[in-house]
Nanobody
Framework: QVQLVESGGGLVQAGGSLRLSCAASGLTFSSYTMGWFRQAPGKEREFVVA????????YYADSVKGRFIISRDNAKNTVYLQMNSLKPEDTAVYYCAARLGMGFSAPDEYSFWGQGTQVTVSS
């Protein structure tokens, strides 16, 4: 049974930082592209960032480029999202997801999802 468990969300002031973690189990973690998505109230789930199985390639949404950093530790079956210079518009539930194959930004191409962690950025 595959499980993805996010942690690290919370309330932070604008300009602050948070580090999210996603611990995976029940899958061959090192074979999967891992992605982070977010969903704000009343909005569709949107792509944030993804990292290939080896960590050699990363992909960022324009809205977070230069502020967020994704990394992974295949020995720990964990992917991280370091979020810096946070803005109120970053407020959302953040989800990690896992997929095989070459794509990275389409939510419906991800096979497994975590339950999400709330990130709230106050102005």
């Amino acid at each position: 049974q595959v499980q993805l468990v996010e942690s690290g969300g919370g309330l932070v002031q604008a300009g602050g930082s948070l580090r999210l973690s996603c611990a995976a189990s029940g899958l061959t973690f090192s074979s999967y592209t891992m992605g982070w998505f977010r969903q704000a109230p009343g909005k569709e789930r949107e792509f944030v960032v993804a990292i290939r199985w080896s960590g050699s390639a990363t992909y960022y949404a324009d809205s977070v480029k230069g502020r967020f950093i994704i990394s992974r530790d295949n020995a720990k079956n964990t992917v991280y999202l370091q979020m810096n210079s946070l803005k109120p518009e970053d407020t959302a539930v953040y989800y990690c997801a896992a997929r095989l194959g070459m794509g990275f930004s389409a939510p419906d191409e991800y096979s497994f999802w975590g339950q999400g962690t709330q990130v709230t950025v106050s102005s």
